[in-house]
């Protein structure tokens, strides 16, 4: 099993930039693809990114498209979701999530999780 650590979240002003990155340890040999989900307080637990091992295949949601870009170093088994033009909303949990299968990733599918980074966007 993969462990994951996500770091980088905050609070960042509407229309800001924030980074947030995923670190993988453990079962790193094995092929994996890794994305982002997203917890608000009150709301259905939304898909956010993936990426493929080999970051060649990309997946968005519609909301972020665009404005989130994905990316991986395996050089340092982790995986960046570097999140521009933020919108004032609600705070939400931004959770890493590693799976041996591609394509957007089911929010809460059977994946391995980290434990969340909280972001706040402010108006």
């Known amino acids: 099993q993969v462990q994951l650590v996500e770091s980088g979240g905050g609070l960042v002003q509407a229309g800001g930039s924030l980074r947030l990155s995923c670190a993988a340890s453990?079962?790193?040999?094995?092929?994996?693809?890794l994305g982002w989900v997203r917890q608000a307080p009150s709301a259905e637990r939304e898909f956010v990114a993936s990426i493929s091992w080999s970051g060649g295949s990309t997946y968005y949601a519609d909301s972020v498209k665009g404005r989130f870009p994905i990316s991986r170093d395996h050089d340092k088994n982790t995986s960046y979701l570097q999140m521009n033009s933020l919108n004032p909303e609600a705070p939400a949990i931004y959770l890493c999530?590693?799976?041996?299968?591609?394509?957007?990733?089911?929010?809460?599918?059977?994946?391995?999780w980290g434990q969340g980074a909280p972001v706040t966007v402010s108006s």
């Open positions: 453990g079962r790193t040999e094995r092929r994996y693809a």
């Open positions: 999530a590693a799976d041996g299968l591609v394509g957007a990733f089911a929010p809460r599918g059977d994946h391995a």
